[in-house]
Each structure stands twice: as C-alpha cells, then as structure tokens.
C-alpha cells in the first residue's frame, strides 16, 4: 500500500520560503507524476505542479516564478518550495500521486505564513 | 486556464436519495476529467477518473459519465457516509483545475 507523508515547517515568516517534503512509502517514485495541491481554510483546492521522477516539472503559471518541485529518487521522496510567502499562501498543502487521477495522497499539512 | 463550474454549489439531500452533480469546462477536455470527494479536515479521495471509471474499492453507487465539456457524477442510492464536499478536476491542460465544490449535506 503506497503512503504518502508530507513533513516541514507550520509556520513560515512572510518573505520567506517554504520548504516541504512528501515521503513516500510502499511504493517507488520511479515511473509516476507527483504532484502538489494547496486549499487554503474554507477554500478548493489548487493545483500547484508536478514533477516526473525524471525531474521534469510543470507549474501553475500564477505561482511559476516562485515554485520549485523536485525529486530524491534516492530517498524516495518529492519536495516543494514556494518562494517570496505572503498571508495569501497559508494553505493546506497536500502532496499525491498523479495516477488514475490522483490514487495516492498525504494526509496534508497546514502551513500558516505569519510573523 | 480552463475554468471548471459545478452545479448546484451545495444541496440538501436525504439517504436514498439519486444525486447528480454537473461540472462544465470552459472548452473541451476530452474525457479527461476526475471526481473527488472531501470530508472535513481530511485529504480527497479520488472517485472517478478519465470521466467514468471507477476507482478501486469505490462503491458502484457512484458513477460519472460525460466529455467535451459537460460531465456529470451520479450517486445512485445516497448514503449515510457520501455527505461530503465533491470537487470535479480537469487533467487535459495544465494548469490541472479543479471545480469550485458541491456540498452535499444531509436534508
């Protein structure tokens, strides 16, 4: 049964970068897209990017000058950082894979961008 | 971007009830369109991929149909445990979007 993990700081200065990590277990990063989504309190949900475990990524234009997905093939694991954080990007962030629509996700971490 | 609308936005609705909810793409995306649905304070779970197939461990009652732009998911015999928030998701063009939400509560 493939889990998915996400780690990281919940509380990010404003200006700051936030860093996230999504374990992934049971199953190999190798052969699927992984993806990022984000839904902020009260809200849907966003799409933020994905990335193919070759490193090749795709980005939502509105937050592509400030994000950046990658892969650890070597410790099973995809990251996110979002640059440049304001109030407007305290999310829930979730992490899953991209298969079947998205079979596999994290059980999400909340992120509060404030001083 | 694609911009995905679902409707109704929320409905009431009692157990046993056939539900449909409508999703409409701004231009055609093939067959490309997921269901999801959301419990509070949990992760969504994927229901219906590629518009009408059924996840695995999914219950039959749910079934999606549709292409182009309109699309549709149906819950058959509604249940104590389908009162959620259901969101459709379009995966043809990036940037991947998602409807703005159907909540489905109890009548």
């Known amino acids: 049964q493939v889990q998915l993990q996400e780690s990281g700081p919940g509380l990010v200065k404003p200006a700051e970068t936030l860093s996230l990590n999504c374990t992934v277990s049971g199953g190999p990063i190798i052969g699927y897209y992984w993806t990022w989504i984000r839904q902020p309190p009260g809200k849907g949900l966003e799409w933020i990017g994905h990335v193919y475990h070759s490193g090749i990524t795709d980005y939502n234009p509105s937050l592509k000058s400030r994000v950046t997905i990658s892969t650890d093939t070597s410790k099973n694991l995809f990251s996110l950082r979002l640059s440049s954080v304001t109030a407007a990007d305290t999310a829930v962030y979730y992490c899953a894979r991209a298969y079947d629509g998205g079979d596999y996700w994290g059980q999400g971490t909340l992120v509060t961008v404030s001083s | 971007d694609i911009q995905m609308t679902q409707s109704p936005s929320s409905l009431s609705a009692s157990v046993g009830d056939r539900v449909t909810i409508t999703c409409r793409a701004s231009?055609?995306?093939?067959?490309?369109l997921n269901w999801y649905q959301q419990k509070p304070g949990k992760a969504p779970k994927v229901l219906i991929y590629?518009?009408?197939s059924l996840h695995s461990g999914v219950p039959s009652r749910f079934s999606g149909g549709g292409s182009g732009t309109d699309f549709t998911l149906t819950i058959s015999s509604l249940q104590p445990e389908d009162f959620a928030t259901y969101y459709c998701?379009?995966?043809?063009?990036?940037?991947?979007?998602f409807g703005q939400g159907t909540k489905v509560d109890i009548k």
């Open positions: 590629a518009t009408s």
């Open positions: 998701q379009q995966n043809y063009f990036t940037p991947w979007t």
């Open positions: 231009q055609s995306i093939s067959t490309y």
